[in-house]
T-cell receptor, first 116, second 113 residues
């Protein structure tokens, strides 16, 4: 595809519901990242995949958050038993190589999650 | 103290003005710095990245790193209404990483026609 695609664009959930957010990275990109952006803040790192391997999940706020990338392309971020504090924009990004020091990171437009 | 600090603004300037956006960072070991631009309801897009100290220029944009004061800046010359966006500084070096970006809060810039 032309860029990183995320769906849904907007998601409203009742507190306690489970949600699944999808990311389609740019074809052939090895690295995939999830970031969380609260209102008025910069994005905060959640997790990192290199192909299908989840190499870093240190940013996931709790065990209610789970991410997977089973075939090394599409990724899903799942949030169980959503809480109001989970309300944020969830951004997915991909890059061709394995680092970001000299690689361009391409972001999707994000999924805006609102938990009522 | 956050590892990357950025004044959130907002900043409002007339068209044609020179804009200066700034961040400070806490760890002198940081080497790479990036500036991202984020339009409303879009993801961030990379504007420029710099390594170590000095200036880097790309068209109307200049990125500057001063390692002695741990200060990074983005200058925009001849600012245009299309430059209105949130500007985020970032480093991938936090925690010894070479992939995990740490962002500032972002500065919201409005360029008025």
């Amino acid at each position: 595809g032309a860029g990183v695609s995320q769906s849904p664009r907007y998601k409203v959930a009742k507190r306690g519901q489970d949600v699944a957010l999808r990311c389609d990275p740019i074809s052939g990109h090895v690295s995939l990242f999830w970031y969380q952006q609260a209102l008025g803040q910069g994005p905060e790192f959640l997790t990192y995949f290199q192909n299908e391997a989840q190499l870093d999940k240190s940013g996931l706020p709790s065990d209610r958050f789970f991410a997977e990338r089973p075939e090394g392309s599409v990724s899903t971020l799942k949030i169980q038993r959503t809480q109001q504090e989970d309300s944020a924009v969830y951004l997915c990004a991909s890059s061709l190589g394995a680092t970001t020091t000299n690689e361009k990171l391409f972001f999707g437009s994000g999924t805006q999650l609102s938990v009522l | 103290q956050k590892e990357v600090e950025q004044d959130p603004g907002p900043l409002s300037v007339p068209e044609g003005a020179i804009v200066s956006l700034n961040c400070t960072y806490s760890n002198s070991a940081f080497q790479y710095f990036m500036w991202y631009r984020q339009y409303s309801r879009k993801g961030p897009e990379l504007l420029m990245y710099t390594y170590s100290s000095g200036n880097k220029e790309d068209g109307r944009f200049t990125a500057q790193v001063d390692k002695s004061s741990k200060y990074i800046s983005l200058f925009i010359r001849d600012s245009q209404p299309s430059d209105s966006a949130t500007y985020l500084c970032a480093t991938p070096n936090s925690g010894g990483s070479n992939y995990k970006l740490t962002f500032g809060k972002g500065t919201l810039l409005t360029v008025n026609p």
